[in-house]
């Protein structure tokens, strides 16, 4: 089966990154913002950022045209009825993502296959709630999905072989570098990179380090590109809160249970980069370690 047409439900980060991807790999796309309000700061937004690609010399102004053109933007689900791949993109939250694979089945053909790109949830919840289960299966992307080439498919218990190998041929499609992975709490990638995020944040409690030296360690020692407090920002506190909790849900062992200070954090509505203010306070260039995390938050 080819996939002719994309619907990507959430515009968040995530959302909006794959729906590039694909429209960049010239595959028509329709991405649906999934909480009320108008699509046009989006659009703006998408303009303004594949404009900077071309003053970069990133992208061509008829690549830019070709996306710009091939990515429909929507607060309608049902308008992507005539799609042969969704992926879904919103909210971290089991209940919410179920509810929707519910609605979706009743709005997309047969032949549809119905994706996830969940961090850490269980693939096989959201199958568990479709009637047709053998074409539901995980889409991981990482972030940005414009950049990072892997994308984790994920096998979910009654997902085809057929669905699959689409699955496959798609990301291939994409450019991405796509590996199968079984229906496992956090997949590969986010099972070994949380509980490494968490053991930074309980370092900071400890008092080892301060946020900017251990990010540095990591970077000069471990030759990671980013620390461990840039990559939690980069993701999203709520986005590392919700893999901690679904993590630690089917592991029930304490360290990969939320440090005080991300669940603080949380509750501050300091969620990283995307609110200006994380680990991190992005409101000055370059940004400097969030000066109350001097001290754990109380
Ligand atoms: N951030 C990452 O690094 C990353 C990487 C891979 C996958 N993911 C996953 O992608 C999904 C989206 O994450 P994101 O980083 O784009 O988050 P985000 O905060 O940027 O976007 C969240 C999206 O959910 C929508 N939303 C918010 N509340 C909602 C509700 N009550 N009902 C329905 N939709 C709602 C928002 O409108 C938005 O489109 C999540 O499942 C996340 O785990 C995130």
């Known amino acids: 089966m080819e996939i002719k047409k994309v619907g990507v439900m959430g515009c968040g980060a995530m959302g909006l990154g794959v729906a590039q991807v694909c429209a960049q790999a010239g595959i028509p796309t329709i991405a649906v913002k999934a909480t009320p309000g108008s699509t046009d700061k989006i659009r703006s937004g998408l303009e303004k950022s594949l404009g900077k690609m071309v003053e970069r010399g990133k992208m061509t102004t008829e690549k830019m045209e070709s996306t710009l053109g091939l990515l429909q933007l929507t607060t309608k689900e049902e308008d ?112 070994l990179l949380t509980p490494y995020m968490l053991s930074a944040i309980r370092l900071l409690e400890m008092g080892t380090g301060t946020i900017a030296d251990i990010d540095h360690a990591m970077k000069s020692g471990a030759g990671h590109p980013m620390g461990p407090f840039e990559l939690a920002d980069y993701i999203g506190l709520d986005v590392v809160e919700a893999m901690t909790m679904n993590i630690y849900q089917d592991m029930h062992q304490p360290h990969v249970s939320p440090p005080h200070t991300l669940t603080r954090l949380v509750q501050l509505g300091y969620l990283g980069r995307k609110t200006g203010k994380g680990f991190y306070d992005y409101s000055v260039k370059p940004a400097i370690a969030n000066p109350q995390l001097r001290h754990p938050v109380a």
Do not use: W, Y
Request: aromatic share 6%.
């Open 80 to 191: 992507v009825a005539d799609c042969d791949l969704i992926v879904e993109s919103i909210i971290e939250d089991l209940d919410t993502k179920k509810a929707l694979f519910q609605r979706l089945e009743s709005i997309v053909s047969p032949q549809t296959l119905l994706t996830t790109n969940t961090s850490t949830l269980s693939v096989t919840a959201m199958m568990a709630v479709c009637k047709q289960r053998d074409r539901v299966a995980g889409l991981h992307f990482f972030n940005p999905a414009t950049v990072m080439k892997l994308v984790e498919i994920i096998h979910a218990f009654e997902t085809s072989d057929v669905t699959i190998s689409t699955l496959n041929a798609f990301c291939k499609k994409l450019g991405k570098d796509p590996v199968i992975v079984q229906d496992t709490t956090g997949f590969i990638v986010n099972r």
